[in-house]
């Protein structure tokens, strides 16, 4: 059943926020403890513990999904060459790429199509990116688009070690995302502050 609506929530951290970061989000691999830690950092920012704002609004969920695209110069693609979306890296391997999801390798493979579906594989394996986005590959390029409509997917950033073999569409930006139709004002809840 798809989402009727969507619930938009911005942190705003005023002190330390990598520090904040650190200790609320952490890594994908506590992914069981995603929601928790940030219901904890909610909670601390309600009773004046961190110093912030939470900014909430609620959608629709009629908005758009960002997207990137990353079109794949094969001949220019070497081993251990990097393209990394959403702080997650992946590496291309001319031998034999490990099987561990975690790992992020991809082979490089006959052509650009083969070895974009390749890429694709790895980046729809990933578990730090279950859920959150999709990739599929036409032919050597792929579209990478998030999960979820929203402009939350704007701030999502992609990056290479090698320009020449994977070409990042919005200048490494995914684009487009946009909120839907707004059903509740937005509001500002602020703790720690006078």
């Known amino acids: 059943m798809a989402a009727e609506t969507t619930v938009n929530i911005a942190i705003v951290l005023e002190k330390n926020p990598e520090a904040v970061a650190e200790k609320?989000?952490?890594?994908?691999t506590e992914r069981r403890m995603g929601p928790a830690n940030l219901a904890n950092l909610i909670n601390a920012v309600a009773a004046g513990i961190e110093t912030g704002k939470?900014?909430?609004?609620?959608?629709?969920a009629d908005g758009t999904q960002a997207a990137i695209t990353c079109a794949i110069t094969y001949a220019n693609v070497s081993d251990g060459d990097t393209v990394t979306f959403c702080g997650v890296v992946f590496t291309a391997k001319t031998g034999t790429p490990s099987t561990d999801p975690y790992a992020g390798e991809?082979?490089?493979?006959?052509?650009?199509?083969?070895?974009?579906?390749?890429?694709?594989?790895?980046?729809?394996?990933?578990p730090a990116l279950k859920?959150?986005?999709?990739?599929?590959?036409?032919?050597?390029?792929?579209?990478?688009?998030?999960?979820?409509k929203g402009n939350f997917g704007n701030e999502a950033k992609a990056s290479t070690s090698d320009a020449t073999a994977f070409g990042l569409g919005g200048s490494g930006l995914f684009t487009a995302g946009a909120i839907g139709t707004v059903q509740s004002a937005i509001r500002c809840y602020q703790g720690g502050l006078a």
Do not use: C, P, Q, R
Request: glycine share 6%; charged share 20%.
């Open 24 to 28: 609320y989000i952490k890594d994908y």
């Open 54 to 60: 939470i900014i909430a609004s609620v959608d629709k």
């Open 106 to 126: 991809f082979k490089k493979e006959t052509d650009a199509t083969v070895t974009g579906d390749n890429l694709a594989a790895a980046i729809n394996a990933h």
């Open 131 to 148: 859920g959150l986005l999709a990739a599929v590959n036409a032919v050597g390029t792929l579209t990478l688009t998030m999960t979820n």
